[in-house]
């Protein structure tokens, strides 16, 4: 043992030296003790006992002469790397070259020091072990920010899943409450019309019918939004619906281009390419002040492209970074659970939103699932 003795406040640094000299070993310890640096020192010097003593004691930091009998302190260096261990590890040597010295640093050693320059050894072990613990507190802090972010996507994914669930029950109750109540009312109207003559309730009944069917179209078209079966007729019929729906509700040119009239995508992926060209045009509608859209949709190569572009202002750079561009993050998280991609691009000339998606990548299942049920939220992008 070198320097004062362990005191409470301050445990020694425990030392593992690799070294074939017990000279060059006093040497350390003499060096230690003149720097007061309470230490522990446990000399080994063959690979198999320094093996044997990082298996079975911790260590605060390793140091090891570069040349030894039949190996040298970069095959000890191995040795830690093979075993898993994260200790600072120090070459310590009386002679070694530019070349090999810089080689121990890419290689991931902590630092070298020549024995000719002793009196820097306590600087050089204290240095180590502040790296290597700013090293480790650095990857606790990134480990517990992506188990945070784990556990928000997963609760994200939850809420999600129950948002749907909810719609998916709100679409059923309109359809068969409020769309067959209107439905059987429509009817009674019809025949009260057919049976009466006054011209002054048949003006009214022709008013109520007018309400009546607005209210049925407007039950229709929120049954569409909250779970749209148009997906069941393919990826194609349901964004030529869409674009058609826009067109009417907007008044703006829709032109839709298509690489074939089918495309063989998988359920999951259809729901986010549709919820994509949703929210594309819901946006374009709000901020684009665009006179015409195009929809490019095709599946070559293996990856489905759909591109929708408009002719409006463009967006800035601010506002596509900007915190709260919470439909744009929303779009890219639902191509990232089918394994794809968004890329948004915008000029004073338009913006272009493109989702990619390889259709030979396997999808996870219950991604796959949490996909099918994707939120219909309006959010603009910015």
Do not use: C
């Not at 509608?285 to 293996?302: M, N, P, Q, R």
């Amino acid at each position: 043992m070198s320097g004062p003795p362990e005191t409470p406040d301050k445990p020694p640094v425990r030392i593992l030296h690799l070294e074939d000299s017990r000279v060059d070993h006093a040497l350390v310890k003499f060096a230690l003790q003149r720097s007061q640096l309470a230490s522990e020192v446990v000399l080994v010097d063959t690979v198999d006992e320094f093996r044997h003593e990082l298996q079975t004691a911790h260590y605060d930091v390793v140091l090891a002469d570069y040349h030894l009998p039949g190996f040298t302190g970069m095959d000890a260096w191995d040795v830690v790397g093979e075993m898993g261990i994260r200790v600072p590890f120090i070459i310590l040597s009386g002679a070694i070259g530019e070349a090999a010295a810089v080689d121990a640093m890419h290689r991931g050693v902590s630092d070298y020091l020549l024995k000719d320059s002793m009196h820097r050894l306590s600087h050089v072990i204290q240095r180590a072990i502040e790296v290597s613990q700013t090293r480790r507190a650095a990857d606790a802090a990134d480990a517990e920010l992506a188990e945070s972010r784990r556990r928000l996507a997963e609760l994200a994914e939850h809420l999600q899943t129950s948002i749907e669930q909810e719609r998916a029950d709100i679409a059923r109750e309109i359809h068969d409450d409020i769309g067959g109540a209107l439905a059987a009312v429509k009817l009674d109207l019809a025949l009260i019309g057919r049976r009466t003559e006054d011209a002054s309730a048949q003006s009214h009944l022709g008013s109520a019918m007018e309400m009546l069917q607005h209210a049925l179209d407007a039950s229709q078209r929120i049954m569409m939004n909250l779970r749209p079966p148009i997906l069941d007729q393919g990826m194609v019929a349901a964004v030529l619906w869409l674009a058609a729906s826009f067109e009417r509700r907007t008044g703006l040119r829709v032109v839709v281009r298509r690489s074939s009239e089918t495309l063989d995508v998988p359920r999951e992926v259809q729901l986010v390419a549709y919820r994509t060209a949703q929210e594309a045009l819901t946006n374009i509608s709000k901020h684009a002040e665009a006179s015409a859209v195009d929809i490019d949709l095709s599946d070559g190569e293996g990856v489905l492209t759909l591109e929708v572009t408009d002719n409006g202002k463009g967006l800035d750079a601010h506002a596509l970074r900007k915190a709260k561009s919470f439909g744009l993050l929303g779009l890219r998280e639902r191509a990232a659970k089918v394994g794809g991609w968004l890329d948004v691009s915008s000029s004073p000339k338009g913006t272009s939103v493109i989702l990619s998606v390889p259709l030979h990548t396997p999808h996870n299942p219950d991604n796959a699932a949490k996909a099918g049920e994707e939120s219909n939220d309006q959010s603009d992008f910015v």
